[in-house]
């Protein structure tokens, strides 16, 4: 009876050597899965750090292109105002010239008549009545009477027009 009492024993004995081979093989398994997943760990830390450096720089990035873009939409606006602020004040001048233009055509046709007029009646006055009114006396005349006339525009033209020294007949 002994002898399957040691048989037993001896049976268990290897049982228990076998299962403390396999655990001692099961622990040199998980302490390698630990040391690989501990080298994980560190690996994925420092990606993950260099990932975090990364994103800083994007975010540092896209503040300074916020800013600058921020900066362009403003100087935009003040070129768009300048710009509005030039075309009115070109438009104005454009005005003011066609103003002017038309007034000075008009005045040149005034005077250009005026002094038609004027050479016309001189020579009429000459041919026509030489003794009694000189050129100078007759356009003294238109003088005065365009004076008390008024003022206007055209008056005040065609009175410059008239205001010649005196002609050498």
Same mark, same amino acid.
């Given at each position: ?17 076998? $299962? ?16 690989e997943h501990q080298k ?10 260099? $990932?975090?450096? #990364? ?54 046709? %005034? ?5 038609? #007029?004027a050479v016309t009646c001189? #020579?009429?006055? %000459? ?39 005196t002609m050498p007949w």
């Amino acid at each position: 009876m002994m002898c399957k009492y040691a048989d037993k024993q001896q049976e268990m004995c290897a049982q228990i050597c076998a $299962l403390n081979q396999r655990l001692q093989e099961m622990q040199d398994r998980c302490f390698t899965m630990k040391e690989e997943h501990q080298k994980d760990r560190e690996q994925l830390a420092e990606e993950c750090d260099h $990932l975090k450096e #990364v994103n800083t720089g994007y975010e540092e990035d896209i503040e300074d292109w916020e800013q600058k873009y921020t900066t362009l939409e403003s100087d935009y606006s003040d070129l768009q105002t300048e710009y509005d602020d030039m075309d009115e004040t070109l438009n104005k001048s454009n005005q003011t010239l066609a103003q002017t233009k038309h007034r000075h055509q008009f005045q040149s046709n %005034m005077l250009c008549s005026a002094l038609w #007029v004027a050479v016309t009646c001189m #020579v009429y006055l %000459m041919i026509d009545q030489p003794d009694t009114t000189t050129p100078y006396e007759w356009l003294t005349e238109q003088y005065h009477w365009l004076n008390q006339q008024g003022q206007d525009e055209n008056a005040t033209l065609l009175t410059m027009s008239y205001s010649m020294p005196t002609m050498p007949w």
